[in-house]
Each structure stands twice: as C-alpha cells, then as structure tokens.
C-alpha cells in the first residue's frame, strides 16, 4: 500500500477512536471524521464507503480475534495473550469493543470468539449438541464481558488477573461437559 494511502487511511482510522471515545460511535458522523483527519470528502470515499467500513477496517489492528489455535494443550489458551495484546491495544480496543463503541463489532467479536471457542472443544471431543452451544455462548459471553468492562475502566486489574478470574469461572463448567461424554 502507498504512504500516502496509508497515512490518510490511518487518519481517518484514529480519527473514529478519538471521536467514538468522545461522544460515541452513533453520534459520528462521516463529516466528524472528514474534519477530525483533515481530508477531502472525495478522498474520504476513495477509502471508505460509510463509517462502519472505517470501524471494520479497525479490526484488523485488534488482531487477537485472528490468532491460530494455541499448542499447548492447556484449555483456553487463548485467554492470556489475547487480554495481554488488548492490554497493549487498550485505546483501540475501548473505541472497538467498549461501551461507547459501535454494536456491531461487539456481536461479530462475540461471533469470532465463539466460533474459536467451538472449535477448540470439538477438537478435545466435544460432541456437537444443544448443551455445548450454551457452554460456547456462556464462554464468548464471559470472556467479552469481562473485556468490556475492563476497557471502560469499571476495574482496575492485570491481564493475568483477568485471565485467571475468566480461567476460574468458566473451565469447570467445560470440563464437566468434555468429562461428561
């Protein structure tokens, strides 16, 4: 991709954080973010067809969502590093994920995280059935909860605090369903 390309694409890009953070993703308008990163309305449209492109193409830097299947064996394994790259993250991931960021993307991280969690537990022997698609959305729902939160600063914790609070509430549960079989 061109710097050029790159630069304005990355404007408009941060300008939807820094808007989203202050007032919202609903209260955005493509005109906020034209202003905000300083380009023409036609250059705006050159890169994005609406502002929900814009927020889309954000998830590509939350790049915790696209991480392969962990090998160590360990269930969930997925916890600690995607807390920790949010950790790293945490200005992008509060405009994505948080509570002033747009829906959308909470149903579709939802959604990828849930499809994540599935496949992990059909590959430990998981029968496909009613009670392991509750497990699944109670595991997406606890994981995405405890994110949201976090970001939007309800508490104060460490990724590892967060992960071991998610390890503690959830393995229990899947492991009676995989040992259940």
Known sequence: MDRRVRRTRQAVQRALVDLTLEKGYEAVTVTDLINRADVGRSTFYAHFTDKQDV?????????????????????????????????????LVKALL??????????????????MIRDELTTRGAPAS???????????????????????????????????????????????????Q
Request: aromatic share 6%; with cysteine.
């Open 130 to 180: 009613p009670s392991l698609d509750l497990v699944v959305i109670c595991v997406a729902g606890a994981f995405m909860a405890l994110l949201r939160q976090w970001v939007d600063g309800d508490f104060t914790a460490t990724p590892t605090d967060l992960d071991t609070a998610f390890r503690t509430a959830v393995i229990p549960g899947v492991a009676a369903l995989l040992g259940g």
């Open 55 to 91: 927020l889309l193409s954000n998830i590509a830097e939350i790049d915790f969502l696209h991480r392969p299947p962990s090998t160590s064996g360990e269930l969930f394994a997925f916890s600690l590093p995607m807390l920790e790259h949010a950790a790293e993250q945490q200005r």
């Open 98 to 115: 948080g509570r002033r960021g747009g829906g959308v993307l909470v149903a579709r991280g939802e959604q990828m995280l849930a499809t």
